[in-house]
């Protein structure tokens, strides 16, 4: 009897084990388990470069410096040091303020574009959008001569330093603007003509149209842009540094902990700490765009502005000055690289752009910079919008996409200083069979990629989604492989995203600071970390160099991807004319 039940049991539970692996891949031809392995490389890939370096640092933050656990000891010291406690408050003020003056600003200047009838409106999103191709280090530098204690318009603080709160709530405004403007401008792209002549018909008043028609259809686009600069300020790490002075913030707070007093343990539970406020503003984000309607119906009226001449002329005046206050801080950089010495002789020349006799890593520097974000931009669009691909068209293995997408929406909440320092306890360490790439060029690509991978995620699958799914199941009809579809198909159609996804990674690559600071060798330091070097050091003014040199980079990558972009858009995106 026993014998019967055994033999019974043992068919019965391997067609359960057949069932669940039915249910997880399901029957796949060879081409499908061809590209579902490419998935799963994609899939260890993140978990490789995001989840385990995070959950390392998290562990790192409840041990010891011999490794014993010690359960939350770090975070009773840490709330016990009045000095770093006080850093939480100091970086929720400042991050409030910021977010507050940026999401207002932003929301005008983006209705000023999108919803008045003033002049020269290309002309202002251009110089709008210019501190996108900075780096955080350089209106910090300009302010430097702008408000500092040699600055030309200085007596404007009225006796105010601008090392400090007012430095940081400036320089943070200053580089978070571009990316709240970009987003203001999608939420009151759309409209529906019809809402301002139902109120226009009721009598109401232009003002009481603004606050029940127009504010009402933007409001998560403005929720959004809140969300995104707090994130953004309360873990920046390049303006506070530069001009913070003795008001510490949370992000700087890392770093002298680790670079200063070589106290991992600590910089990984205050690591933790900024990681808190950056999941919670993330999740609450997400959480709100899942509850956001559609603006426009298959009946809306596209919406034109009037002619109101008294607030056009408003606007007007506040693009003016918006731009007049951006242009300034640039041009105050480029002028401050090209003085000889500040401020005793005035006279330009280059004397400052002679890097190499500079404490930062000299031209060398610059050039690493350029084979990093060369390396980043090619390798992590190829990997990047494959994966996407693969994820929004192969059939089946739902599984392993619902985990590579969790993996893929995770470094939009991690900030790129915690990042980076979860990167070297986890590829630091002498266990690990990938501790080879530490100190090598190898890992400073591989953590740009991973910090910078959820907007290029995010922009390759909303295009990918616009193309009907009938173009792979007519090709496996006809027995055509998928991967040849998506060579001859997929990729010429979604040529602009792809182009927008390289643009956007080389960019970054050359900017950022925070993602690399801590990885960076002898042999490998790059244009950001000089910035911050030089600075350390007292050059300045060859400071402001470096970071005008990363900006004009920028620029010319911006023109390249222009000019690229009219060449290949030329030869793949000819069906879209009639």
């Known amino acids: 009897m026993n014998q019967s039940n055994t033999a019974t049991t043992e068919p019965s539970q391997h067609n359960t084990a057949q069932r669940l692996f039915s249910n997880l891949f399901g029957r796949r031809s060879l081409d499908e388990w ?10 260890l890939a993140l978990f490789i470069c995001v989840v385990l370096p995070i959950y390392t640092l998290l562990s790192k933050s409840v041990e010891n ?36 003056i940026v999401t207002s600003l932003s929301f005008l200047t983006a209705y000023g574009i999108s919803r008045t009838r003033i002049p020269f409106k290309g002309l202002f999103r251009t110089i709008l959008v210019l501190p996108i ?63 301002y002549e139902s109120a226009e018909v009721l009598g109401a008043s232009p003002i009481r149209t603004f606050f029940t028609v127009t504010l009402p259809a933007a409001k998560y ?58 999941i919670l503003t993330f999740l609450t984000d997400r959480w709100l765009q899942r509850k956001q309607s559609a603006l426009l119906t298959s009946k809306a009226v596209p919406w034109t502005a009037p002619k109101r001449q008294w607030l056009d002329r408003v606007f007007l005046g506040l693009m003016l000055l918006v731009s007049f206050i951006i242009l300034s801080i640039i041009l105050m950089a ?29 031209w060398a520097a610059y050039w690493n910079s350029i084979q990093m974000a060369t390396f980043t931009a090619i390798i992590g669009t190829g990997f990047i919008f494959f994966q996407s691909y693969l994820v929004a068209k192969l059939p089946g293995f739902k599984v392993l996409k619902w985990f590579f997408h969790l993996f893929a929406i995770l470094p939009l909440a991690v900030p790129g200083l915690v990042l980076g320092l979860a990167y070297i306890f986890f590829f630091n ?63 010429p159609v979604c040529m602009p995203a792809v182009l927008d996804i390289a643009s956007y990674l080389f960019v970054n690559a050359m900017t950022t600071v925070s993602a690399v600071v801590f990885l960076y060798s002898y042999n490998t330091s790059l244009a950001s970390v000089a910035v911050l070097n030089m600075d350390d050091a007292g050059d300045i003014a060859p400071a402001a160099a470096m970071a005008v040199m990363i900006m ?24 879209r004319k009639k």
Request: hydrophobic share 50%; glycine share 8%; with cysteine.
């Open 429 to 491: 360490s002498p266990n690990n069979p990938l501790n080879g790439i530490y100190g090598t060029m190898t890992i400073l690509v591989v953590c740009t990629i991973s910090h910078f991978y959820t907007v290029c995620h995010l922009t390759a699958t909303t295009a990918l989604k616009q193309i009907d799914g009938e173009f792979e199941s007519v090709s496996a009809s006809l027995k055509v492989p998928q991967i040849k579809t998506f060579w001859r198909v997929t990729l």
């Open 221 to 278: 686009g403005i929720i959004s842009v809140a969300f995104v600069v707090f994130t953004l300020v309360i873990t920046d790490f390049g303006v506070p540094k530069v001009i913070g002075g003795q008001f510490n913030v949370l992000a700087t707070d890392i770093y002298k902990q680790v670079i200063g007093q070589q106290n991992f343990e600590m910089g990984a539970t205050v690591s933790v700490i900024l990681l808190l406020p950056a």
């Open 65 to 100: 410096r011999a490794g014993d656990f010690i359960a939350l000891t770090n975070f009773s010291q840490f709330f016990a040091t009045p000095s770093l406690y006080n850093s939480i408050n100091n970086s929720l003020f400042i991050a409030l303020l910021s977010t507050t």
């Open 34 to 43: 061809s590209l579902g392995s490419v998935l799963i490389i994609g899939v």
């Open 334 to 362: 480029v002028y401050a690289s090209l003085v000889t010495f500040w401020p005793y002789n005035l006279s330009l020349s280059l004397k400052n752009y002679n890097f190499d006799l500079m404490d930062g890593g000299g």
């Open 133 to 195: 191709l900075a780096p955080s280090l350089l209106p910090a530098i300009s302010l430097v001569y702008l408000f500092g204690n040699q600055g030309i318009i200085k007596e404007l603080l009225m006796g105010e330093s601008i090392y400090g709160p007012i430095g940081i709530i400036i320089g943070s405004c200053f580089w978070t603007f571009p990316h709240a403007l970009m987003i203001m401008l999608t939420a009151l792209a759309n409209t529906d003509a019809r809402l």
């Open 552 to 575: 004009l980079t920028c620029m010319l990558a911006r023109l390249v991807h222009w000019l690229l972009g009219n060449v290949l858009l030329k030869n793949t995106q000819t069906w």
